[in-house]
């Protein structure tokens, strides 16, 4: 049976909700914490710095199609092993990060006293992986109207609180550079997830038109949304709520009143599978494109009619699992799961945007890629833990190794 593949909608749908993710839930209030006034600048920077990266790995998706995404472009520029290498740092990413999405989807719910945050992340988990199984025409479908749902009311909700209860825009507090450049740090996880895109690029039209007009589409809207509610975080007067606090369930009360936590809730419940499909759909591709290169066990590239990898996705849904119950006996907590898979990932985009720049012509688009990797170095640097350091190091050395090996081989070769 012929897959039926996605269109540009489709594909937004894939997008909007998991960038959005969970981030748009807790980092507006954390960020206007700390940077005050300037926060609003923060969220305009780190926006400019999301059109760069949506638009390396775009391009990257576009001119290496298929279930390897990113890796087949960072092949092409480091070579097999490197790219073999960020792989692994993307699956070990995604195995804590898709854990620790499940986790923030139970802490809402929880708030309901509807279950605790880890009955609610093992119900989610069968739940997702019967989604994850079907055509994938229908997951982006399901996917993109859970995501203009959630984008609408979050939009919505903080434009309305801003008119009904406005507060003075003047900046008052002095700029101070430490506290700028540790909220821009902390929002530098909205970028994370357009170096998936590439996972999908064998499951849509015309691949250059629909990852294009996808990529537009969905940078509007998250931009739309992120700056609307950061903005009614900033200045809306919330003090008729109570003190319970600064959160985004405050920005919809202008809307829906005394339903706000019940919505923050669905939403949370939206979005944060959202994230779960774009990364364990992505990563389970990935996944199956190593099994064909001999990788990881063959076993993980079957298919099933739809083609759609199911050895791989149970594989990682397991995984994540084990994981939940890491989170059970409290060798992990949802703070700690974030921090390790955010070292992960980090990297793995590192090595997408380096391999960006180097086969991208655009001069400014070079120079920015060089800035904003800059910028990720200082990040792992200072903001990893030890055991994650530890980890990307050693996997760094055996496969730097591994491609250093490789290379000579060739020369020797070229030589005889």
């Known amino acids: 049976m012929k897959q039926k593949k996605m269109g540009a909608f489709g594909l937004s749908g894939l997008i909007i909700g998991p960038i959005l993710g969970s981030g748009i839930l807790i980092l507006p209030p954390i960020v206007h914490n700390i940077a005050k006034d300037w926060a609003i600048l923060a969220w305009a920077l780190i926006i400019v710095v999301s059109f760069i990266v949506a638009f390396i790995f775009g391009?990257?998706?576009?001119?290496?199609?298929?279930?390897?995404?990113?890796?087949?472009?960072?092949?092409?520029?480091?070579?097999?092993?490197?790219k073999r290498l960020a792989a692994f740092y993307l699956i070990i990413g995604v195995t804590f990060g898709a854990a620790a999405v499940l986790l923030t989807a139970?802490?809402?719910?929880?708030?309901?006293?509807?279950?605790?945050?880890?009955?609610?992340s093992y119900f989610l988990l069968p739940i997702c992986t019967g989604m994850l199984l079907?055509?994938?025409?229908?997951?982006?479908?399901?996917?993109f109207v859970m995501s203009i749902i959630a984008a609408a009311v979050l939009f919505l909700g903080g434009a309305k609180s801003l008119l009904d209860h406005p507060k003075s825009m003047a900046i008052a507090r002095s700029f101070d550079f430490s506290d700028f450049s540790y909220a821009l740090l902390i929002l530098f996880w909205t970028i994370f997830g357009w170096e998936i895109i590439g996972n999908y690029s064998a499951d849509v039209?015309?691949?250059?038109?629909?990852?294009?007009?996808?990529?537009?589409i969905s940078i509007i809207a998250i931009s739309a949304v992120n700056l609307v509610v950061a903005a009614s975080i900033q200045w809306t007067d919330t003090s008729m709520y109570g003190d319970g606090g600064l959160t985004i369930t405050v920005i919809l009360y202008a809307l829906f009143g005394k339903m706000s936590n019940l919505i923050m809730a669905v939403l949370a419940l939206f979005l944060c599978s959202s994230t779960y499909f774009l990364y364990v759909g992505g990563i389970s591709r990935l996944a199956a494109s190593l099994a064909k290169e001999k990788v990881l066990p063959s076993l993980l590239g079957k298919r099933t009619k739809q083609e759609v990898p199911y050895v791989a996705v149970i594989a990682i849904v397991l995984l994540n699992a084990i994981v939940l119950l890491l989170v059970q006996v409290k060798i992990f907590d949802l703070e700690k799961l974030v921090a390790f898979a955010n070292s992960f990932l980090t990297i793995n985009a590192?090595?997408?945007?380096?391999?960006?720049?180097?086969?991208?012509?655009?001069?400014?688009?070079?120079?920015?890629?060089?800035?904003?990797?800059?910028?990720?170095?200082?990040?792992?640097?200072?903001?990893?833990?030890?055991?994650s350091i530890a980890i990307i190091v050693v996997l760094g050395l055996y496969y730097g190794y591994k491609q250093m090996a490789a290379n000579r081989q060739k020369v020797r070769l070229a030589s005889s």
């Open 59 to 82: 391009f990257i998706s576009i001119q290496f199609p298929g279930d390897g995404g990113a890796t087949q472009a960072i092949e092409r520029v480091f070579g097999a092993q490197v």
């Open 106 to 120: 139970g802490q809402y719910m929880e708030k309901l006293n509807f279950a605790s945050a880890l009955t609610v």
């Open 134 to 143: 079907a055509r994938i025409n229908i997951l982006g479908k399901i996917a």
């Open 205 to 216: 039209i015309e691949p250059k038109k629909t990852i294009t007009k996808a990529i537009f």
């Open 350 to 387: 590192l090595i997408g945007i380096l391999a960006g720049i180097v086969l991208i012509k655009n001069k400014f688009i070079k120079l920015s890629g060089a800035v904003l990797a800059l910028f990720i170095i200082g990040m792992l640097a200072f903001h990893s833990s030890i055991l």
